[in-house]
């Protein structure tokens, strides 16, 4: 019965994952049902070009489309080998976002993008904008996603210990032996990979950026503005050159 001690420590890891999962699906659902009532409220869910690059891609994307927007804009040079520099610091000084990348790009007023970039999306101006959109119900707060990311791990984490765990014990007894140890570590087994199957349909929206009600919005955006179709789709809709600026590989 040297396998019935591998068996209890499969259970319990199995049970504290599925555990922790739900329980980060709760919270995240009564997050974003309360935000949601609250926006509701107030105004429509209509979407600005820079909240919808942050619910598509994160603060990175929301980075993108500001540098992109300034270079259409001539207020920045994106240069293809992957150097922004500034043209006009006046023009910007009246949008957070802009300037932000203003100040990433230091006294000089260039700088190399792939270390601006990074910056940007730290900003103070992206982080505000991360805070509106969760509080109409439209993102997954960082708190959300973490707990959520954590516990499909955890998850994860109870299917291979249980296989793992029943393979050894059923090396561990005789041959004759073996039907009654991988009966009782199917259960451990077949939970966590239920819960794990439920929690890719039900639980995964919340392992991004935009909640399931910020996901629905984004589906009924047009690409039709080049803008619009950066912050949903990506740079991959951007012509070589500045696909190039934007990853310092020119």
Do not use: K, N
Request: aromatic share 4%; net charge positive; with cysteine.
């Amino acid at each position: 019965m040297v396998w019935v001690p591998l068996l209890l420590v499969a259970c319990v890891v199995a049970g504290v994952g599925c555990a922790r999962l739900c329980r980060a699906a709760l919270a995240a659902a009564r997050t974003e049902d309360g935000d949601a009532s609250a926006g509701a409220a107030g105004s429509a869910p209509e979407l600005t070009v820079g909240e919808a690059a942050y619910l598509a891609g994160g603060p990175l994307r929301v980075t993108d489309l500001t540098l992109v927007s300034m270079h259409r804009g001539r207020r920045l040079f994106l240069a293809r080998t992957g150097w922004a520099t500034v043209v006009d610091a006046a023009a910007c000084a009246a949008d957070p976002l802009e300037r932000a990348v203003v100040g990433a790009l230091g006294s000089g007023g260039q700088a190399p993008i792939p270390a601006v970039r990074p910056l940007v999306a730290d900003a103070d101006s992206v982080r505000l904008l991360a805070e509106r959109l969760v509080a109409r119900g439209l993102a997954v707060s960082a708190a959300g996603r973490r707990e959520v990311a954590a516990g499909l791990r955890a998850v994860r984490a109870g299917v291979v210990l249980s296989l793992v765990l029943g393979v050894v014990s059923a090396l561990l007894v005789p041959a004759a032996e073996r039907a009654p140890v991988l009966a009782g570590f199917a259960l451990p087994l077949v939970a966590s990979g239920l819960c794990l199957l439920i929690g890719r349909a039900e639980v995964y929206p919340y392992t991004r950026w935009a909640s399931p009600a910020g996901q629905r919005v984004l589906a009924g955006l047009s690409a039709a503005d080049p803008l619009t179709a950066l912050a949903t789709r990506g740079t991959g809709v951007l012509e070589p050159e500045l696909r190039a600026a934007l990853r310092g590989r020119g």
